[in-house]
């Protein structure tokens, strides 16, 4: 028995969309033919009525006396609707009983399957969903270690191992000075030249690490000094703009983030874009930070990203997953010999008493 095709589609979509609602199809004539919840059918349906009331819903006929006698009934043959152990509803279709039966009984079984396969896909883009949300919440977490960790070391190299070396310095200068043959005194102060050089780069890694600055006067203030430090220390002009921003702070996690990109992007100008020029623009719009940094380099072919070398685009991979974590959106525009371009765009949300940022490692 074949049912008719455009019939069974729109049973399919109605109850699929609409299953936990009150749901009547109509035929032409706004006759009731099929109903969804148990209790439209009790309202509606007196004999569907009479069977809920009398135990578990059956396969149940109306006759042509009984479309005579009760209002809102048609003659047909009335089939219940199974899903998950429970009756769902009921899809009648009208006509002499012994005829519409069996359409009954295919459309029923048809919507069940439906049902089925309807919730198997939803247990699937459940499961995916929460394998994603882990997926993010583990790379949250190696984030705030990783950050936390690297603030503690930065502040070790200061604290400790700078004072260390500071004093080896100034103790090797007083010592220079006691010291009668000139011979031993050049060595002790090439000793201290070389402490010093030491001295200079612990600083130097102690700010890669983690800038004080960063935490303590936020981002524009750390991006001002490593944009000014890169220029230097790489020759390339950096002009940065700070647009509609004077002197707040933003949560620590979004001030890490856009902080480390910032890093990223320029060693990737510095490593690979033979520039002359760089223009960064940190900038507040309708309620985000966006951040572009542009050079006048040599461009690559962008589609390296997604193609089979694209395990070895860490840096990039790791700027993109880093704003994802925020919700936030990066573009990366690049073309061979015109340069190469960066946009993240962070929405800025209101500081929560409870939420843990990347600043800070549980
Ligand atoms: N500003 C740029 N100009 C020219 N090429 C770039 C620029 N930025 C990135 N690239 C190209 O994109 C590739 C991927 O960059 P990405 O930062 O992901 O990796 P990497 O710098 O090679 O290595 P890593 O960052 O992991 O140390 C680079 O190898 C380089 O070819
Ligand atoms: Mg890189």
Known sequence: MELDPRFAQSLVDIVAAELNQNVNITDNHGVIIASFSKERISHIHEAAARMLMSGPIREFSVTDEEERRLKGVRQGFNVPIIFGDCCVGVIGVSGEPAIAAPYARLAARFVEAALESNARQEKLVRALREKEELQ???????????????????????????????????????????????????????????AVRTLEAVHHLAVQLRPALLDD??????????????????????????????????????????????????????????????????????????????????????????????????????????????????????????????????????????????????
């Open 136 to 194: 993010s919440t583990l790379l949250n977490k190696v984030i705030s270690v990783q950050e936390e960790e690297r603030k503690k070391i930065s502040r070790e190299l200061h604290d400790e191992t700078s004072q260390a070396l500071t004093s080896i310095i100034v103790g090797l200068r007083v010592l220079s000075e006691h010291v009668h043959s000139d011979g031993e005194r050049q060595k002790i102060l090439d000793m201290r030249d070389l």
């Open 217 to 362: 006067l936020g981002l524009v203030a750390a991006a001002q000094k490593y944009v000014e430090n890169y220029s230097r220390q790489y020759n390339i002009q950096v002009e940065l703009s700070v647009v509609n921003i004077s002197r707040e702070r933003f949560l620590p996690e979004i001030e890490i983030t856009l902080y480390r990109i910032l890093q990223e992007a320029l060693t990737n100008i510095a490593k690979h874009a033979k520039a002359a020029q760089v223009q960064v623009t940190l900038r507040k719009y309708r309620g985000k930070l966006l951040l572009t940094i542009k050079d006048n380099g040599i461009g690559f072919n962008a589609d390296i990203l997604s193609g089979a070398a694209s395990d070895t685009c860490l840096g990039i991979h790791g700027m993109h997953e880093r704003v994802a974590l925020l919700s936030g959106n990066f573009y990366i525009d690049s073309t061979e010999g015109e340069g190469t371009g960066i946009t993240v765009e962070i929405p800025l949300r209101r500081r929560k008493k409870t939420e843990s940022g990347l600043g800070q490692a549980h």
